[in-house]
């Protein structure tokens, strides 16, 4: 039977508010007062460091870009550095692992489906490297993934490139050159972003058998 | 006591790293209370205590991995403390030899173990150790044990170093190493030797002969974590030793036209621009020629793809303050620059990196970088490329030397001119010509302005 899921599209949200509203849901969803959640949110150019961070090019160091002015925001999801900024579509799930598999592995391939199916949507052919959690198609990242979990309740997500200013990128991880980033858009995709967020959305209804209840966009706060 | 275990968290997995304990010994912990992290690829998850009590030992520390269902703390009772239900998921934790992590484990030499059998015998003279034994041991990756079954190791004899006293790969190494040393000289021969076999048919010093370094730090010596721009220069530098194929050239220069003009223009160019000149825009001006004429030393790799890039992006390294770090800021489009123009980036630029004002801009979408060695003194190095660029242009120190010119002994003004380029894609030939094309256009400075 599939479980319900309350699905918010937050619009343009800063980081650290969707980060805010994250951790209000995920106590929520700790406490058993919610269902399961997905937030779909864009942010405002911002780079975050994951837990892992390493490989950012030695001028990205935090201390720099802070002292620059430039958004860096520390998380607590898993993985590297990473760059979010308008054209991109950000997801949060904020699933009760529990209720579906224990099993983060098993989590990030079917983050990982969603994605790769709804790409298929649009003729591309994502594919999963085994060696590095992601969506991509022809060789270059289209989507990263980056999670943070505590008692198996899920936040952070994915980010999928729809018409991203893929420049962004260099800023951070200049390897990215020798594993180059795409956006559905630098491979020829030209659908609107909303049709790219209804596909996704689709598809975590049919990977994580879900049921989704559309909530409407939350009031402007302030 | 409650063992406090690595969880599994997946199938697919089977270790993890602690990144961040949330507790420290001493303190109290309440069940379900987030005790630690862990990370396990793009998975970070914050793990809860399985018992209320006072957290008495930390067995594994920060930024170390291991297996799942190792032992990571324990969790003593306290006075007052409700009994901890045992938890499901540390119902089964296997007995894990406690590490002594303060205190230093004896080198294994102190007690020489006994040697190994002259040859590998499977029926060997060694007690042998039971599947029970070994399963004591706690979890023991695949080449440890493959190791301990090709070198017929008893691995009860190995202290482990590692996670939560886990044997690792070294330990078994440094083991061996033991046992070398001790085996009479005759039997060494027939014993197989794990290390990498000398070609030199005898070695001086036999190297089994030299003692391990020692796991605990001697009492003088400091101990400090690095910092994170520290890191990042660390992994920069590995990555772009792994990533580029390193070649560097030396070329001579005779920079003494350029000394010339800059002697005789420097009082009025500092009077009317309000900075000094130096002598590296000269050369920077000189290396965007030479990149205009060169367009695969302005290059990056993409896969199997060449990247041409349009624009000539210099960056400059600049060394931070007290060594703190290092810091490549870049000038754009400096093709389109004269010598005043870069000197004022150059100033510029230099300025804001000390003073931690540089803008992303500022530090992004280089093509080639510089880096100034010679203002320390070097007289040449062997700059490592800034990656994803494909060449560094390195400058020694300009000095004044004799020099043969048509059978005469002239002073001159000379630098050492060291290109490191990538050899996966620009040929030495290429970057030869690269360097004598600077070399060509400082020595025949001809621009009548600056």
Redesign the interface.
């Known amino acids: 039977m599939p479980r319900l899921c309350e699905f918010r599209d937050l619009g343009s949200l800063g980081y650290d508010e969707a980060y805010a509203l994250q951790r209000e849901l995920v106590s929520a969803r700790k406490a058993g007062s919610i269902p399961d959640q997905l937030l779909f949110v864009e942010h405002p150019h911002v780079v975050t460091l ?3 961070a ?12 802070a ?4 958004a860096v925001a520390e998380t ?4 590297d550095v990473t760059y979010h900024g308008p054209g991109q579509l950000v997801g949060y799930p904020i699933f009760d692992l529990k209720d579906w ?8 391939r079917a983050i990982e489906e969603v994605l790769i199916d709804a790409l298929a949507t649009f003729g591309l052919h994502g594919e999963r490297d085994p060696e590095a ?1 992601g969506v991509w198609v022809n ?1 270059a990242k289209v989507a990263a ?7 198996w309740v899920t936040s952070h997500g994915f980010a999928l490139n729809i018409d991203t200013d893929l420049n962004y990128f ?2 951070i991880v ?2 990215g ?2 594993k ?1 980033v795409a956006s559905l858009r630098s491979l020829g995709v030209t659908a609107p972003a909303d049709a790219v967020r209804r596909a996704v959305l689709t598809a975590f209804e049919e990977v994580f058998d879900l049921e989704i209840a559309h909530l409407a966009q939350l009031t402007e706060q302030q | 006591m409650t063992d406090v275990v690595m969880p599994q ?5 089977v270790e993890g790293t602690l ?1 961040k304990w949330l507790k420290k010994p001493g303190d109290r912990v309440e069940r ?1 209370e ?1 005790l630690f ?1 862990i ?8 793990i ?1 205590s399985p018992a209320a009590g006072i957290l008495s030992e930390v067995l594994v520390q920060e930024g170390t991995t291991v297996a799942i269902n190792t032992v990571v703390a324990r969790i003593g009772d306290s006075a007052g403390a409700a009994a901890p239900a045992p938890q499901p998921a540390v119902a089964a934790p296997p007995p894990t030899p406690a590490p002594a992590p303060v205190q230093a484990a004896p080198p294994v030499q102190a007690a020489p173990p006994p040697p190994p059998p002259p040859a590998p015998a499977p029926v060997a003279a060694a007690p042998a150790a039971t599947a029970e034994d070994i399963d004591a041991l706690g979890p023991l990756s695949p080449l440890v044990r493959k190791m301990a079954r090709e070198y017929n190791i008893d691995l009860r004899q190995v202290s482990g170093t590692g996670g939560g006293g886990r044997i690792t790969k070294d330990d078994v190494e440094r083991y061996l190493a033991g046992s070398r040393a001790a085996a009479p000289a005759a039997a060494l021969a027939a014993v197989p030797t794990y290390a990498p076999a000398p070609t030199a048919p005898a070695p001086p010093p036999p190297p089994a002969s030299v003692p391990p370094p020692a796991r605990a730090e001697a009492p003088r010596n400091r101990v400090e974590p690095m910092s ?2 520290r ?3 660390a ?2 530098m590995i ?1 772009s030793k792994q ?1 580029s194929a390193h070649v560097t050239t030396v070329h001579r220069v005779d920079m003494t036209k350029i000394v010339k003009i800059r002697a005789a223009s420097k009082k009025q160019f500092e009077e009317h621009y309000g900075f000094g000149l130096t002598f590296l825009p000269f050369i920077t001006r000189a290396a965007a020629e030479a990149l205009r004429a060169f367009p695969i030393v302005n290059a ?4 199997k793809n060449i ?1 041409y890039h349009g624009d000539i992006n210099i960056g400059i390294a600049v060394a931070l303050d007290g060594g703190s ?4 800021p870049v000038i754009r489009n400096a093709d389109e620059k004269n010598v005043v123009g870069l000197q004022r980036s150059i100033v510029d630029l230099a300025a804001r990196a000390r003073s ?5 801009d ?4 280089g093509t080639f970088s510089i880096t100034n060695f010679g203002s320390y003194g070097s007289i040449f190095a062997t700059p490592v490329i800034n ?2 660029q494909v060449a560094i242009l390195g400058l020694g120190a300009i000095e004044k030397v004799p020099v043969v010119i048509d059978d005469a002994i002239a002073i001159r003004s000379q630098m050492f001119m060291a290109l490191t380029f990538d050899h996966r894609l620009i040929d030495g030939a290429m970057a030869d010509q690269f360097c004598q094309k600077v070399k060509a256009i400082l020595e025949n400075w001809s621009e009548q302005v600056i």
């Open positions: 994951g837990r892992n390493k490989l950012a090019h030695v001028l990205a160091a935090p201390e720099l870009l002292s620059a002015g430039i607590d999801r898993g993985g598999h224990r099993d983060v592995g098993a989590y990030l959690t060789g993934i980056g999670i943070h979990m505590s008692r260099r800023y200049p390897c050159l020798t180059p | 968290m997946g199938e697919s997995i990144t379900d987030p992290e990370s396990t690829d793009k998975v970070d998850s914050e809860p994170k721009m890191e990042k220069i992994e920069h990555f990533t990056s790799i993409d896969g990247i770090g290092l810091i490549v931690k004002q540089l803008k992303l500022d530090v992004s979408g990656q994803p």
